[in-house]
C-alpha cells in the first residue's frame, strides 16, 4: 500500500483503509500541520515545551524547562510558581467564561446539575476552607472514594487549592483495595459518599470505606455526601456529612488558591503494576498542567465553545487529566454522568449527546463493543450531528468497533483520535490529530516532543513491522516522578532495562508500519486489562489466597470479543478442601468483595499444581496455552 499519509488530502472518503479528515475540521483545526512542527518540538524539545507553558498562569516563571541532573527523576519548570487550580478556575472569573459552564451533570435516575466557572469555583472554596478547618495542610494526603457525581471533581479541585495531594480511588474498588490504597499513603482524611446509582441499583461505598477504615487504621476524619440517602453507619467524632459542613456559617471568603512549587506534588493514582502491592505515581502540578492542556487542545482540537465529554471515571488518569483538569484549564464545558451507558436502554449516551449538544466524545473500546451489540437503531433515533470528533483510548481498538463508531456514531464525518498513554505518562503520547488520515485500529504518531520507537530485549530497533517493545527515549512534562514511597521500584519497573540509553519502558508491545504509524498489541507484563482497566495477576492471585480455602493462585487474561480480557485464574486449595461449583462462585465472589467488581475472575478452575519455572515462577504462558486449548510450547524451563 503506498499510502500517501504525509501531504495532506481531505474529504472522508476511505480508500485502503485510509480515513481523510474532512476539510472543514482541517481548516479550522487548532495544529494545521504535523511533520515540520513534530520535527521542530524534536530539535528543540524545550523551547517547545516553554512556548506551551507560557499560555498558563504562573505566580512566577521557571528557571529552567528541564532539570535531568538526577536522571531518571526528571524536573519540569524549576523554580516555576503555579498551582493548576489557578489554571482551571481562578483565571477564568476575570473574563466572560466565569459565566459560561464548568459542568452539565446528569445522574443515572435523571436528575441534572450543572456548575458556571463562578459556581464551581465558589464550591471549591467553600469545601477548601471545610477542609482546612478539618485540620488539612499543604502536602497532606487525601482519599477521595466517590461516585461519579460533581462533588467528587470539587474535592479534587479544593485539595489541589490548599496544597494538599489528592489519592482518588475509583468508586467500583471494594475494601481490600481501599484499605490498601489509603494504608500507603498513611492519609488522615477520606472524603466519601453514601453510594451511587449503577444499573438500576444503589452501591454501598460507605459500608465498604467504613470497613476499610477498620482496616486501615490512619483516617481520622470522613466526610460523606449524602447521595442515595440510604442509611449507614456514621462513626462519632469521625464522620461529617458533607452538606452539613457546606452549611457551617465559615468564612465565607475566597480561599485563596496556595502558591506551589512547580515540582509539587498535585496526586497520587494507584495503579496495578506486576506486584501484588499498587504503585503509587506521583503527578505534579506545572509540568502536568503544561502537558495535560497541551494535548488536549491540539488533540481534540478544543474550541471556546465546546462541550466536551470523556464518558471516562473521574478516578482513573482519563478522568484526572481529561475530565477534570485540562478540560478546565482549556475552559471548556464538561459533561458528567453518573450511571451505566445502557441505563434504562441502549440509547442513554446517545440521548444526552443529543440533549446536550456534545461536540467531542471520548470513551473505550469496551463501551464502543458493549454499545455496538445493540445495534445501530439506538444511535439513529437520536441527532447526532453537534459531534464533532470522537476518541477513544484504553487499549487496542478493533477496526470493526473502530468503523461502527466512525459510522454509526460518527455519520462518517468525525475522525477518531485513538489515543495510546498510561498513568504513568500523564496524558497523551501517540495519537494521531483531527488533521491526520487515520488507520482504524493504529494510534497514529507520537505526540510533539515525544520519540517512540519500538526495540528488541537489548534496544535494538526491530525491523519495520515487527513486533517488539516499545519505549520512549526522551523526558516529557507530564511524566510520572516517582512511586510513592517507593523511588527505587520506579527506576526497576520503567528505567532499568534500557538504563545505559535513558529510555522509558511502557510494558506494551507494538509494532510500526511503512507510514510511521504505530499499533499497540498489549501488555507485555503481568498486568491484565479487562474493558480498558488496568488490573494486576499478583493482585486477583492475593486476593484469592486470602481465602481460607486456598493455598495458591494463579490469574492470566484469556481474550474475549466483548471485554478486550477476562480473568482467569487456577487454584490449589488447602489439604482436606474439596472442590465444588459452588466454592468456585465463592471465591469469584470473595475477589469481587476484595478489590471490586471488575477484578471477579470469570472462571475458577482448581488444580492440585501450578506449573512453575525451577525458580519458582508461575509460567503463565503455559497456563493460557492450556486455558485456550492451545499448544504449552517450549517447556524445557518447567520445573518438571
Ligand atoms: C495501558 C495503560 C491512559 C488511559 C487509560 C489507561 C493500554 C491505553 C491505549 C490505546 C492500545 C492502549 C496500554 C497501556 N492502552 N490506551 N489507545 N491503544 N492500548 O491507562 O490504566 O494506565 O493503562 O492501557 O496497554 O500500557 P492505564
Redesign the pocket.
Known sequence: MAANTTTMETGTDSNNNLYFPPKDIVRKANVKEYETLYQQSIDDRESFWAAEAKKLDWYKKWDKVLDDSRKPFYKWFTGGKINIVYNALDRHQKNATRNKLAIIWEGEPGDVRTFSYHALNREVSKFANILKAMGAKKGDVITIYMPQIPELVIAMLACARIGAVHSVVYGGFSVEALAERIHDSQSRILITADGGFRRGKTTHLKAIANEAMQRSATIEVCITVKRTGEECYMENDRDFWYHDLMLMPLDCKDCKTEVMDSEDPLFILY?SGTTGKPKGLVHTHGGYAVYTATTHKYVFDIKAEDRWWCAADPG???GHSYIVYAPLINGATIMMYEGAPNHPYPNRWWQMVEKYGINILYTSPTAIRGLMRYGASWANRHDLSSLRLLG?????INPEAWKWYHEVIGKNRCPIM???????TGGFMITPLPIMPLKPGS?AKPFFGNEIAIVDDHGKEVQQGEEGNLIIKNPWPGMARTILHDPQRYVEKYWEKYQQQGWYL???SARQDADGYYW?I??IDDVI?VS?Y?LGSAEIESALVSHPAVTEAAAIALPDDLRGNIIHTTVILREGIAPSDKLADELKEHVEKEIGPIARPAFVIFADKLPKTRSGKIMRRVLKAAAMGLDTGDLTTLEE
Open positions: 495503579t482513573w488518569i482519563t477513544s483510548v484504553g487499549e487496542p485513538d489515543t495510546w498513554w498510561q498513568t504513568e494510534c511502557a510494558g506494551d499497540v498489549g501488555r486489562k480498558g488496568r
